[in-house]
């Protein structure tokens, strides 16, 4: 497997007031169109496309729904839904370090002025730790995408951290 892409993404929300806030997406249909050429396979003649068609293009590739977390062993079956049909990622259970280092690697918040904050996310920690946990997958040709690395990993630590509600819970 490959090295993730240098998957940031800066997101600015705006707080508005009495519980409502406004979150915009700097220069999105650019970033998208930029990513759309990059992994676009080139036919004898290509379609243009413009910026906001890339966006929804993108956003159809992204996406990625978990449809069910099975603990196996030491490991987790994350079995989601994507473009075109259902994949499985087998993964090692993560260590507390591994958690730790990932979330603080994942998002990063800052307060701007002017009641705003920009939220970062960072891609490259969720393929570092994918890439590290890997055992298995199921319904892919070729490398996983970084999202789909980013939900299965995220979906492992949910469960991770469900179960030891559940034994924190039985204990009382």
Excluded: W
Aim: glycine share 6%; proline share 4%.
């Amino acid at each position: 497997m490959g090295r993730a892409p240098a998957a940031r993404r800066k997101v600015i929300i705006k707080n508005l007031g009495r519980g409502v806030s406004e979150t915009i997406i700097p220069n999105a249909e650019d970033v998208d169109a930029a990513l759309l050429a990059k992994i676009r396979v080139e036919e004898e003649s290509p379609v243009e496309v413009d910026p906001f068609e890339a966006v929804k293009c993108i956003e159809q590739l992204s996406l990625a729904e978990v449809d069910d977390v099975v603990h196996v062993g030491d490991a987790f079956r994350v079995t989601t839904r994507v473009l075109g049909g259902t994949t499985v990622h087998l993964l090692r259970m993560p260590s507390a370090k591994d958690v730790f280092e990932y979330r603080r690697a994942f998002a990063r918040v800052l307060d701007l002025p002017f009641n705003k904050q920009e939220l970062t996310i960072n891609l490259r920690a969720a393929g570092d730790l994918y890439r590290k946990l890997i055992t298995a997958t199921e319904g892919y040709v070729g490398e996983v995408p970084v999202i789909h690395q980013a939900v299965a990993i995220k979906a492992a630590i949910d469960a991770l951290d469900a179960g030891f509600q559940e034994d924190r819970d039985a204990n009382f």
